[in-house]
């Protein structure tokens, strides 16, 4: 089945650095999502994408559809202690349903 | 908008009891709604995709028996764990879409289901 690889697993950074994560698949997508989820509650969604090649920027955060369809990317800017949690990107399959990559969690020290 | 709440958060129970949850879109209607499980530091599982009125369909491993889901109308989906084990400690997530064209999903805060 369709399958996606989420990149780095886990991230360390000091406030203020820029953060950038990534999944890619051996499929193409026609969707791809980014959600934060932090502990204890659902995942919120942040940015979705809808074009191969499509830039989206939601505040600091910014994301990226690849031309190839296979993979996507998730810049947080200037990062801040409430940026901690773990992000999720996720791709509509050719079935309709959502596929969720593992995560990256992310740790920020002020 | 796009709200989706769910009741209770949090769940403990002895074995052999069933536990129902509920999970409603708050401002719009959902067409579809779906039912997730994630265990600890793990991405979310889906368990079955509900349409209001229709049967839900399975993902392959669940039991559907086991997970009865009722989708009775735009707004409400149950999800009931019938005689629980401990190994169905989880957290349980649901979504709805059904907002816009693009049928984004909307999570719930999620329920914490303890069984003893």
């Known amino acids: 089945g369709q399958q996606l690889n989420q990149s780095p697993q886990s991230m360390f950074i000091q406030e203020g650095e820029d953060v950038s994560m990534n999944c890619t698949s051996s499929s193409i997508f026609n969707t791809w999502l980014w959600y934060k989820q932090d502990p204890g509650e659902g995942p919120v969604l942040l940015i979705a994408l809808y074009k191969a090649g499509e830039l989206t920027s939601n505040g600091r955060l910014t994301a990226q559809f690849g031309i190839t369809r296979k993979d996507s990317f998730l810049n947080i800017s200037a990062s801040i202690p409430s940026d901690v949690g773990i992000y999720f990107c996720a791709g509509r399959g050719s079935q309709g349903n959502l596929i969720f990559g593992k995560g990256t969690k992310l740790s920020v020290k002020p | 908008g796009a709200v989706v709440s769910q009741h209770p958060s949090r769940v403990i129970c002895k074995s052999g009891t069933s536990v129902k949850i509920e999970c409603r879109s708050l401002?719009?209607?959902?067409?579809?709604m779906f039912w997730y499980r994630q265990f600890p530091k793990q991405s979310l599982m889906l368990m079955a995709t509900?349409?209001?009125?229709?049967?839900?369909?399975?993902e392959q491993g669940v039991e559907k028996d086991k997970f009865l889901i009722n989708h009775a109308s735009l707004t409400l989906s149950t999800l009931t764990v019938t005689s629980a084990h401990p190994e169905d400690s989880s957290f349980y997530i649901c979504?709805?879409?059904?907002?816009?064209?693009?049928?984004?999903?909307?999570f719930g805060p999620g329920t914490r289901l303890t069984v003893l």
């Open positions: 509900s349409n209001e009125g229709s049967k839900a369909t399975y």
């Open positions: 979504s709805a879409s059904g907002i816009s064209s693009y049928n984004e999903q909307f």
């Open positions: 401002d719009f209607q959902a067409t579809t």
